[in-house]
Nanobody, 127 residues
C-alpha cells in the first residue's frame, strides 16, 4: 500500500504561481509512475500531467502545456506540480495518483490506470 498526501494548494490571483507537492509513504520501494488530475465543481476529474519513475519522461494535458511542470525527487518520495501563469479555469481540487509501473520509463494518462490516490488539495484562482 502507498499513501499519498498532497499539499501546496491555496487561493491565488490570475497570473500567479503555485507549487503542489505529493508525498508518498508506505511501500515506496517499488517503481511508481505518478500523475496529477484535477476536478472542478460540476465537472469530471481530468488528467493534468504524468511522470515516469525515473523522471525523464513527462506528459501534459494541452490545457496546461507550457504553464505547468511535473517533476519528482525519489530521494524524498515526492512529486511536484509547478503551476505558473495560473488562470481562473485552473480552479479545481488537484489530486495526485500513483501506480506501480511496469518499468521505470512507463507513465500513465488515464484515471483508471492508477491504483493509489491522495485526498486532494484545493487550488482557487481569482480573476
Amino acid at each position: 500500500q502507498v499513501q499519498l498526501v498532497e499539499s501546496g494548494g491555496g487561493l491565488v490571483q490570475a497570473g500567479d504561481s503555485l507549487r503542489l507537492s505529493c508525498a508518498a509513504s508506505g511501500r515506496t520501494e517499488s517503481t511508481y509512475a505518478t500523475g496529477w488530475f484535477r476536478q472542478a465543481p460540476g465537472k469530471e476529474r481530468e488528467f493534468v500531467a504524468a511522470i515516469n519513475w525515473s523522471g525523464g519522461t513527462t506528459y501534459y494535458a494541452d490545457s496546461v502545456k507550457g504553464r505547468f511542470t511535473i517533476s519528482r525527487d525519489n530521494s524524498k518520495n515526492t512529486v511536484y506540480l509547478q503551476m505558473n501563469s495560473l488562470k481562473p479555469e485552473d480552479t479545481a481540487v488537484y489530486y495526485c495518483a500513483a501506480k506501480v509501473a511496469k518499468s521505470t520509463v512507463t507513465y500513465y494518462v488515464t484515471e483508471g490506470a492508477y491504483d493509489y490516490w491522495g485526498q486532494g488539495t484545493q487550488v482557487t484562482v481569482s480573476s
